[in-house]
């Protein structure tokens, strides 16, 4: 766009240089080994494959149940106690490193954006293009991101409703300086909660802004510098942004889209099926962390340790309060105290992977032109989300049966302003919204 060449002369982006695919070159690993998988045995007999993956993170809220399972020492319990988490610094070097794989220094798994095994599977993210198969095991989590603005807007007050911005964004597109908002990765849950926060109040995502991909740990100084004028993404970078006096929060998330996907434990699909009893056994002990993270009275515990230098590396306080359920708008916005708006890891089904969840993620990505009209969405859903493996998981955990989806489907879900997915006619979904490529 010339928009975009013109404006990035006039104002520069703080970025992280060096986080490339090549980073993932210099990661210290080897190939996984069978030489401890029989000492080993999960929950219900099974030999484990191997005790070891190299499972990737972003040093954020939604990895606590990764950190808790290693901290906790459930690895170990469910008979792969050589389980390493390897922090990355963007979701673009963690698609590099998955791309790699664990035999290169890369990575066997990771934490994702829900449609980024999607894209990596269809290659049209990848190096090359080289499809990348991808298996989807268990949701990380549900709500826990949000929307905020810079100090510049805050006459502007903006909440839910984004046209309270479109004034403002015609001035400046008309004067050829767009607005700029930024999110973690294109395609990706920040990405398209953005668009549609935007799009819903009459702002076009791709004519009127300019969208931006900027790591997470980057967004808050670049606000400072006012080179981004808002962004998406989880925390702690919004608390963070309201701590240090730089904005406001117009939204969390869990206002636009209740209890709305996020985060994904996904896998390369040749390692899984290497490897099924030890991929059932992460996933095992994965949910035991999501159940221990979804307890309020641990939920403090768990802020303190995400917080740590290996982890998330922030101050407590840009962690404990949206996890404890007391939410600061940083704005005329009241504070909230005990809000059901927070991130969930376990309750309300938080942990299993939706297939219509999925879906409204390909059919988002199709919106916007960043994935072909005549994908077979179902067929690429089948393949990629391994919601069996996580059945099969609770079966051995013997969950109760009501904590246990009886479907693949959530239903039909209904969005901030009123707008309705259902899963089963997304193209009628599709054809009702207003902004959009296809």
């Not at 030489?35 to 190299?54: H, L, M, V, W």
């Not at 849950?189 to 740990?217: E, F, H, M, Q, T």
């Not at 994935?371 to 969405?377: C, E, K, Y």
């Amino acid at each position: 766009m010339k928009h975009l060449a013109n404006n990035l002369s006039r104002r520069k982006f703080i970025l992280t240089t060096g986080a490339t695919a090549i980073g993932g070159l210099l990661l210290k690993g080897c190939s996984p080994s069978n030489n401890q998988s029989a000492t080993y045995a999960n929950i219900n007999g099974s030999g484990i494959e191997i005790t070891k993956a190299r499972i990737g993170f972003i040093g954020q809220t939604d990895a606590a149940p990764l950190v808790i399972a290693k901290v906790k020492e459930l690895f170990k319990k469910y008979g792969v106690p050589d389980v390493e988490l390897v922090k990355q610094p963007s979701w673009a070097v963690t698609r590099d490193n998955l791309q790699i794989g664990s035999a290169g220094g890369g990575l066997d798994g990771a934490m994702l954006l829900s449609p980024m095994p999607y894209h990596m599977s269809m290659g049209t993210i990848t190096v090359n293009n080289k499809k990348l198969p991808m298996y989807i095991v268990a949701r990380m989590n549900t709500g826990g991101q949000g929307i905020s603005l810079g100090n510049l807007y805050r006459d502007a007050n903006v909440g839910l409703d984004s046209s309270k911005l479109k004034d403002r964004v015609d001035r400046q597109k008309a004067a050829g300086n767009y607005l700029r908002f930024a999110h973690t990765f294109k395609g990706g849950n920040s990405d398209l909660l953005l668009r549609y926060w935007l799009a819903s109040g009459g702002i076009n995502p791709d004519k009127d802004v300019i969208s931006l991909v900027v790591p997470g740990s980057q967004l808050v100084p670049n606000i400072k510098v006012n080179s981004v004028d808002g962004f998406c993404v989880g925390d702690p970078w919004h608390v963070r942004l309201i701590n240090q006096k730089l904005g406001y929060s117009a939204l969390v998330t869990n206002e636009l889209w209740q209890n709305h996907p996020e985060k994904a434990l996904s896998f390369r699909s040749d390692w899984v099926d290497r490897h099924p009893n030890a991929t059932k056994a992460i996933v095992q002990a994965l949910m035991e962390a999501q159940q221990w993270c979804d307890k309020p009275e641990n939920r403090l515990e768990m802020a303190k340790d995400i917080s740590a230098p290996e982890w998330a590396k922030v101050p407590v306080k840009d962690v404990q309060d949206r996890l404890t359920g007391r939410i600061d708008y940083g704005s005329s916005r009241p504070t909230v105290e005990k809000s059901p708006n927070i991130m969930r890891y376990w309750d309300n089904y938080a942990s299993y992977p939706f297939k219509s969840h999925d879906l409204w993620f390909l059919t988002e990505n199709v919106r916007w032109g960043q994935i072909p009209q005549n994908t077979d969405l179902k067929q690429i859903i089948d393949r990629v989300n391994r919601e069996d493996i996580w059945r099969a998981a609770a079966k051995d955990l013997k969950l109760a049966a009501a904590q246990i989806p009886a479907t693949t489907s959530r239903g039909i879900e209904t969005f901030f302003d009123g707008v309705k997915f259902d899963p089963e006619n997304p193209s009628k979904y599709l054809q009702s919204l207003k902004i959009k490529q296809v």
